[in-house]
Each structure stands twice: as C-alpha cells, then as structure tokens.
C-alpha cells in the first residue's frame, strides 16, 4: 500500500480517512477451513445489538468473541 496516498482527498469522501487510518494496525486473516459459520455468527451478533437501542453492546461483542474463538479452535486455525 502506498502510505503517501491520502485515501480521503483522492476518493473525495472523509470516510476513507478511517480505513486508512485502520489499515496501519490490520493483521492478516488466518487461514480458516470454512468461514461461513464465523460471517454468520458475527452477522447474527452484530444484527441483533444494532436492533436493539437498549442492548449492552460491550457484553454482546465480548460473547462474539468467545464464540468465534471457540469456531477458530473448533476449526484449528487459532
């Protein structure tokens, strides 16, 4: 990626200023056999917080996590 590229003024859009600034801490991905259940428990996770305006939020992130580690294990690929 070239880091000189100021990703919101080329795009036009302020919103890219956040991937740009996100893409310095990614990581990549490890290889994981089959990523469906890990996209829909984290759709199902994120789509019921985003439903509900009384939801704990840190609470239900912190069971999404516990649940895709325990699908990482279960794949062997944490």
């Known amino acids: ?3 000189q590229i100021d990703m919101a003024a080329e795009r036009q859009d302020p919103r890219w ?3 740009q600034e ?3 801490n990614a990581v990549y991905a490890p290889p994981v056999p089959n990523w469906a259940p890990i996209r829909q428990t984290s759709a199902d996770a994120i789509n ?3 439903a509900d305006c009384s939801a704990d939020v840190r609470s ?3 069971a999404l996590n516990t649940k895709l580690n325990q699908e990482l294990q279960s794949q062997k690929a944490s």
């Open 1 to 3: 990626m070239n880091t």
């Open 60 to 62: 239900a992130m912190e």
């Open 17 to 19: 200023k956040v991937f």
């Open 22 to 24: 996100s893409y310095a």
């Open 48 to 50: 019921t917080v985003w």
